[in-house]
Nanobody, 117 residues
Framework: QVQLVESGGGLVQPGGSLRLSCAAS????????MNWYRQVPGKERVRVAR????????TYDDSVKGRFTIFRDNVQYTVDLQMDNLKPEDTAVYYC??????????WGQGTQVSVSS
């Protein structure tokens, strides 16, 4: 049974940092790219970061490039998102995601990140 469990969200001031973590289980973690998405109410979910399997290539949405870094640990089966220099527009629910095959998408429950002074 595939499970993705996010943690690490919270409230932070503009310019601050947070690190999100996603614990994965139920599939061969090191064989699949992993993604972080975010969603604000009334808008579509947007992918902000992706890391290849086993981990040599990272891609980012332009809105977070240079501020966010995605990491994976293929022993602990975790994928983290380090978020620095946070801005109010980064406020969203953040989701961990893996695509295991055509139309076989798994999501975590999401973790809220709020950036406000």
């Amino acid at each position: 049974q595939v499970q993705l469990v996010e943690s690490g969200g919270g409230l932070v001031q503009p310019g601050g940092s947070l690190r999100l973590s996603c614990a994965a289980s139920g599939f061969q973690f090191n064989a699949y790219p992993m993604n972080w998405y975010r969603q604000v109410p009334g808008k579509e979910r947007v992918r902000v970061a992706r890391i290849s399997a086993p981990g040599g290539v990272r891609t980012y949405d332009d809105s977070v490039k240079g501020r966010f870094t995605i990491f994976r640990d293929n022993v602990q089966y975790t994928v983290d998102l380090q978020m620095d220099n946070l801005k109010p527009e980064d406020t969203a629910v953040y989701y961990c995601n893996v695509l295991l095959g055509a139309d076989v998408d798994y999501w975590g429950q999401g973790t809220q990140v709020s950036v406000s002074s």
